[in-house]
């Protein structure tokens, strides 16, 4: 089984970041969607076509996890609660 570290260096990984647009503008992943949790459920659409790995982050890993779990009761395989945004940073490096 693959660790965070390697599913968020795929190539074809979508980082998602639940946060609100104020928090997102403060600072993000490259690249990351900002779909607040808030607005999970109306815009998944812009998740269907992923084709790589789907990992959600917020500042603490607790509203991603509940992003999580709207997707997967959803039918969204392939998804990963990267937790908070100082944690996949490091990660990420």
């Known amino acids: ?34 779909i607040p949790l808030d607005q999970i459920m109306g815009r998944m659409e812009e998740l269907e076509g992923a084709e790589g790995p789907i990992v959600l982050y917020c500042r603490s890993g607790n509203r991603s996890g509940m992003a999580l779990h709207i997707l997967q009761s959803e039918g969204f395989k392939n998804l990963y609660n990267g937790g908070g945004i100082d944690d996949l940073r490091y990660l990420l490096n």
């Not at 609100?20 to 503008?25: K, R």
């Open 1 to 34: 089984m693959q660790s965070l570290k390697e599913i968020i260096k795929e190539k074809n990984v979508v980082f998602v970041d639940v946060r609100t647009p104020q928090e997102f503008n403060e600072g993000h992943i490259p690249s990351a969607l900002n």
